[in-house]
């Protein structure tokens, strides 16, 4: 009976603020008084009003007025997960809001949506909201596996976030059979219990067969492979040579000894250098492919860059952001072939100050092609073969090192942090199968050309901030001072401290790694560290790099491979031919925050991608090793199970199913306890794995600690 009572004045409250023209927005007092509610009974109204807002069918303003909930209502991203529930992103707010699973309204992943906040972020919970309107479908397509039955079938997404089959009518088939790997419209998007519906449009391949696992990863990202025609056409005009029209005008640099350094495999080369000293000055020349003389503003090509925001190198192959033709041709700076450059020439002290500078649109031509390997082998390992060969460049490679030394010196004596996780190199055979999975090693030419560029992007970013014309930075905000704290609270268990202020410094997480290299728990907290950190993005604001502790930063140097770079370029050259007039600026000011926006999400898009990529590999070589024995450290702690990454870069979970004992997850301290044995496993520890199964579906490696396995489950 109290519940009935409970719902009558629910519905009542409703229709009185909802449903009726002549209410006004009130608070609870005024409703008290409007409904003749004595004070003794006023916390029932509030109880109420309070249950009303949770549900979603009414808002609450923040001077706690209570109104119809359209008024209050939030436009977001969501976000599903394959366990119900979801997130919502909104932009400008720095947390993402829970959204239970019974309160998504049916939304799909990547849907746009209409939301109410029902409860406040506490703590380290997320703040709560209800679904209350579907404002623009995300997703039009899924691309997934098919499974047949006898009259219909469903595909299975390949997209572990979204939740639910796509229900696939028999004369929607497109002929895919069991096992194709397919593209399919979603024709609706289903209600409460009931899945949604397509149409197959794209049967990529079978499941089984060569190169369909990749091709299914650019397809669910979407991801362009051909150029459209109109893109073609215009590149029918771009010359294979530099036009000795297009030299004039420009500072001749052909006379300085000139040198690219790239991996072996390396086709679009679009930074070289040049390095003397005189006196105690060091001449540093950055020279960057003047791509944007050929993919002018407004174009095909143009348009194409910017949908494309980042060239995406995948396993097997690279997606370009522009055509082979210029980015392996015109725009790569090939040896001994003239090209157009925007060089930063660069005088740098002994203290490793740029005490002066100049940006300038240049001629270049490269007197050699060096690799990483080749250099290194010259600096580091005396290699008298590779020494004899390269006569010519030694004093110069060295003098690289000299100059790179004294910034990279200066750069972290004001606190850059240098995260040196190793990245996976992945061989395969003629087939595409992956043959061997090792570290990509980061040599000493690696750090001499990543120390040219970072200190050419800072002069860049710093001469155009202090110029206050329209520009697009790379920004890494500060870390979130709650993710601090947590990580300072958790080091203290080591022994170790970090100085939490609301301005936190990179100096105090540059000291922090200091003082743990080496030890056992390195890997632990450097991980940790890593988590806490936010992701960088682009900006039209100079809010400056955390990370690299640069209050000035951009991305000047590679405009083959990233839109932000080509757009700068533009800037950077309409103002060295003073046609950077208020219109002009008002334009930039008008365009670049689009632009910042779709860079950042193709960037995170491009390193979604390639992550997929890496992981299908490594599950399908792991299936080569079923029952081999690992050791690795554990790389991850959750509830449902413990992550063990291996010296190769392989990283795979033992389940908490797979684990002999009753264990319990202590996420302050990330470790797993067993209740009965008091046995912990914790980030960072050393642990001998048996890999037991992979799933290149799910994109999972399974492993099981070597203790808790049977006789028969390994490999002798």
């Known amino acids: 009976m109290k519940d009935e009572i409970f719902k009558e004045r629910e519905d009542m409250l409703e229709d009185l603020i909802v449903r009726n023209e002549f209410y006004v927005p009130m608070k609870t007092k005024e ?379 200066k750069r972290f004596s004001r606190g850059s942090i240098d995260f040196d996780f190793p990245e996976s190199k992945i061989e395969l055979d003629a087939k595409g199968h992956p043959t061997k999975i090792s570290p990509y090693e980061r040599t000493t030419a690696n750090k001499i050309i990543e120390d040219f560029m970072l200190i050419a992007n800072e002069t860049v970013a710093e001469d155009f901030f202090w110029q206050e014309l329209p520009f697009l930075y790379r920004t890494h905000e500060n870390p979130d001072p709650e993710r601090i704290m947590k990580l300072s609270t958790f080091i203290n268990n080591f022994g170790h401290s970090l100085r939490v202020s609301e301005e936190m410094h990179p100096k105090e997480i540059q000291k922090l790694l200091a003082k743990i290299e080496g030890s056992e728990e390195e890997i632990l907290i450097s991980r940790l560290t890593l988590r806490s950190m936010k992701k960088a993005r682009y900006t039209t604001e100079c809010i400056g790099h955390f990370g690299l502790a640069a209050k000035y930063y951009c991305h000047f140097t590679s405009p083959i491979r990233r839109y932000p770079d080509l757009q700068i370029h533009r800037i950077i050259k309409e103002n060295l031919h003073g046609g950077l007039d208020k219109k002009r600026i008002d334009h930039y000011d008008r365009i670049l925050g689009e632009v910042a926006v779709q860079t950042s999400n193709t960037e995170r898009r491009a390193d979604e991608a390639e992550r997929d990529t890496d992981k299908i590999k490594m599950c399908e070589y792991m299936q080569d090793h079923i029952g081999e024995v690992y050791e690795g450290v554990i790389s991850g702690v959750t509830s449902w199970g413990i992550y063990v990454e291996l010296p190769n870069t392989i990283e795979g979970m033992v389940s908490l199913n797979n684990m002999n004992g009753y264990y319990i997850y202590d996420e302050n301290h990330y470790e797993m306890v067993e209740q009965t044995t008091n046995k912990t496993y914790k980030l960072g520890q050393k642990v001998s794995v048996v890999v037991i199964a992979t799933d290149k579906l799910l994109k999972n490696i399974d492993f099981k600690f070597l203790e808790d396995c049977y006789e028969d489950e390994i490999k002798r």
């Open 31 to 409: 409703i008290a008084i409007l409904l003749n509610v004595p004070k003794e009974e006023r916390y029932l109204l509030q109880e109420v009003l309070d249950s009303l807002v949770s549900q979603g069918r009414i808002g609450v303003t923040k001077k706690g007025k209570y109104i119809k909930v359209e008024n209050v209502a939030l436009i977001g991203t969501f976000t599903m997960t394959n366990r119900g529930f979801g997130f919502v992103t909104i932009e400008g707010r720095e947390d993402d809001i829970f959204i239970k699973s019974s309160d998504t309204l049916n939304a799909f992943h990547m849907d746009k949506v209409k939301l109410v906040i029902t409860s406040e972020k506490k703590g380290d919970r997320h703040a709560e909201g209800k679904i209350v309107g579907i404002v623009e479908h995300g997703i039009t397509q899924i691309v997934g596996t098919y499974q047949k039955s006898k009259n219909f079938g469903f595909v299975v997404p390949d997209n572990n976030k979204i939740s639910v089959d796509l229900f696939i009518s028999k004369e929607y088939s497109n002929g895919a059979v069991e096992g194709s790997k397919v593209v399919a419209k979603i024709l609706n998007y289903g209600k409460p219990g009931k899945s949604p519906e397509g149409r197959i449009v794209e049967v990529i391949g079978h499941i089984n067969d060569p190169g369909t696992d990749i091709m299914s990863v650019i397809r669910g990202y979407d991801l362009p492979m051909e150029f459209p025609e109109e893109v073609k056409k215009e590149l029918k005009n771009i010359p294979d040579f530099v036009d000795e029209k297009d030299k004039a005008g420009r500072v001749d640099l052909r006379n300085l000894t000139t040198v690219t350094i790239d991996g072996e495999d390396a086709k679009d080369l679009d930074d070289a250098i040049t390095l003397s000293k005189e006196g105690d000055i060091y001449k540093l020349g950055v020279h960057i492919a003047d791509v944007s003389h050929y993919v002018t503003e407004g174009s095909a090509l143009d348009k194409e860059a910017l949908k494309r925001g980042t060239s995406v190198y995948l396993v097997d192959r690279v997606i370009p952001m522009i055509p082979h033709k210029l980015s392996n041709g015109i725009c790569s700076l090939n040896q001994g072939e003239d090209r157009l450059a925007l060089s930063c020439l660069m005088d740098i002290d002994s203290k490793g100050n740029v005490v002066g500078h100049r940006i300038c649109e240049t001629l270049i031509n490269v007197d050699r092609r060096m690799s990483y390997t080749s250099v290194k082998k010259i600096i580091l390992d005396k290699d008298e073969e590779e020494t004899k060969k390269y006569a010519d460049f030694v004093d110069m490679f060295f003098l690289m090192e000299e100059c790179a030394s004294l910034l990279r010196k």
